[in-house]
């Protein structure tokens, strides 16, 4: 069975432009989390989506958006990148509607430098 | 504000030895703990959870061990493999939400 896939895997950006990263989660899992992980730090949590509702939102601004579509998988969407922007961008899948209680599986993610 | 903490950012032992990896909280609303490894390159993989209603969970070599009073929770694994050289990432949640706060991680290397 296939995991969790993320496209793409790497993506150079300029300052000021738009990115959308992808994700498809592992068959039957109906909740995707995204989460932005900096050099030396742990990952952290941007958006859940479950059933395609938005169910939990992280401190991050608005240049950030994500989306849900009936096939489970999901897009994160930034806008007027900055170079604080780059990044390691994980999405996480799981079968539970709460990720609270519950094992997430992650993708390799996708690496996102803003120049 | 972090809510989850490894203090340590790296661990070196010996094959065959215990690693003790260990994590502090602040947020007593948390109540399922995780613990994540990570291979350069690839995501955080699942290792083992515990419940805030136990103090103790074992998977094989890997025991995690949770002090509500203390807000600390360790891992351990017994004995260490050269395999298990990685970065272990600590994670928190609370029911009532998907917010998974995760600690910095901690890098341990396992010496042959």
């Known amino acids: 069975d296939a995991g969790v896939t993320q496209s793409p895997t790497h993506l150079i950006k300029t300052r000021g432009q738009h990115v959308t990263l992808r994700c498809s989660p592992i068959s039957g899992h109906k909740s995707v989390s995204w989460y932005q992980q900096v050099l030396g730090q742990g990952p952290q949590f941007i958006f859940q989506?479950?059933?395609?509702?938005?169910?939990g939102r992280g401190n991050f601004p608005d240049r950030f958006s994500a989306r849900q579509f009936p096939n489970y998988s999901s897009e994160l969407n930034v806008n007027a990148l900055l170079l604080g922007d780059s990044a390691l961008y994980l999405c996480?899948?799981?079968?539970?509607?709460?990720?609270?209680?519950?094992?997430?599986?992650f993708g390799q993610g996708t690496r996102l430098t803003v120049v | 504000d972090q809510q989850v903490k490894q203090n340590s950012p790296s661990l070196s032992v010996q094959e065959g030895r215990i690693s003790i990896l260990n994590c502090d909280y602040t947020n007593s609303m948390f109540d399922y703990f995780l613990w994540y490894k990570k291979y350069p390159a690839e995501g955080p993989t699942f290792l083992i959870s515990i419940s805030s209603i136990k103090d103790k969970n074992e998977d094989g070599r890997f025991t995690v061990f949770l002090n509500k009073s203390a807000k600390h929770l360790s891992l351990h694994i017994v004995p260490s493999q050269p395999g298990d050289s990685a970065v272990y990432f600590c994670?928190?949640?609370?029911?009532?939400?998907?917010?998974?706060?995760f600690g910095a991680g901690t890098r341990l290397t396992v010496k042959p």
């Open positions: 989506y479950y059933e395609k509702e938005e169910r």
């Open positions: 996480a899948s799981s079968l539970a509607e709460w990720t609270g209680g519950t094992e997430a599986f």
């Open positions: 994670a928190a949640s609370a029911n009532s939400n998907n917010d998974m706060r």
